[in-house]
């Protein structure tokens, strides 16, 4: 994945001045001479293919983008910064009764009060589980400690997980507090009466997350809060860069069920923005987006030297972008055995089920259960 990159059943082109092409029912992407020598080229059959990520500087034929939405393949976008700008989406059925009643559920109180209630319970779980497996791998001290204490249950070990109340403590200063903290928001957020509560929720669980996960960063890498437009440091970067790819993925699989992406419930409608999209992939942030930054500081896959400074931020360049969409799909893709679910999954298969639980939840609202952590 140096130049062009083709991670089936996703591609991520992110070579300035690489070409894509229509070549019978295949792209082909060719990369420009540079002064390690020619370019390559690579060629990626339609039929292997489900989705096209592409920088800003990545040329793509009209025939060539014709050909991948005719199969039905959406197209992202994205700025060197790995801000989302834009992309195409292949023709879309109607589906005029869902989105009128999701319009109609959208504005209902309890409705809204009740699914947020359920995904920010939902991400505070994952949180406390992500500082419990990286607390108890810290102790075992292992040189492989992140991936096993992350990684195992979302790979190809079908054991299950060690449980919550099994998992031994830890040296990291105020880390039993701050589980039996956010252990004891639990229910208050179920009782709260308005959404704007549970925001209120949400924001103090995920600042007290914030400040445990930060401890167990390599000394190099140091994080003391959320930046964001520009991020502020590496870190900050890596959540960003993240964030972007759930959320774009997100997007995608709402309009493909027929769901307006931008009415939210947790997160308000706004102008701008795809709020529900938003919301779904909360629950996913800690496992999809923290723990694999984590994991990709602390195994040394990325380094100071996969970050630039400009627009008065520090952003991912584009071989760090390339090292951390590897990693990305990776995790993605793997199949694990969800005890949610009950059967072998990967975690891209889950997202695409958040739609689904939702747009269901528009008829039964009692039978939305957002992703949970093994």
Known sequence: MTQADAIMPSACIVQPGAYVRLVGERIQVSTPDDEHGP???????????????????????QQALAAVLS???????????????????????SHA????????RTLEPAFARGISAKIVSAKLYNQRRILQRMAASRKSDTSDRLESAIG??????????TPAAALPSTSVPNLSATLGWMESSFIPIRKC?????IRGYEGATTARYFSAWAQFLPAAFPFERRSTRPPKNAVNACISFGA???????????????LDPSLGCLHTPENGRWSLALDLIEPFRPLLVEALALDLFSHKVLNLDHFEQRDGGVFLNKDG???????????????????AVGHRTTLRQQLENQGLLYKAALKEPSGFEPFLMN
């Open 193 to 197: 009466e308005s959404v704007d509560e």
């Open 71 to 93: 199969a039905g393949i959406p197209v992202s976008i994205l700025a060197d910064s790995g801000e989302f700008l834009g992309g195409f989406l292949p023709p879309l059925n």
């Open 39 to 61: 370019g390559i080229r690579r060629d990626i059959p339609l039929r292997d293919l489900d989705r096209l990520i592409c920088s800003e500087h990545v040329q793509l034929t």
């Open 152 to 161: 195992d249950d979302y790979g190809d070990s079908e054991s299950s997980i």
């Open 244 to 258: 972007t790819l759930i959320y774009n993925e997100m997007v995608a699989f709402l309009h493909a069920h027929g």
């Open 97 to 104: 009764q869902a989105r009128l009643e999701q319009y109609r």
């Open 321 to 339: 972008r390339r090292r951390f969409f590897l990693q990305y799909e990776r995790r993605m893709e793997r199949h694990f055995l969800s005890e």
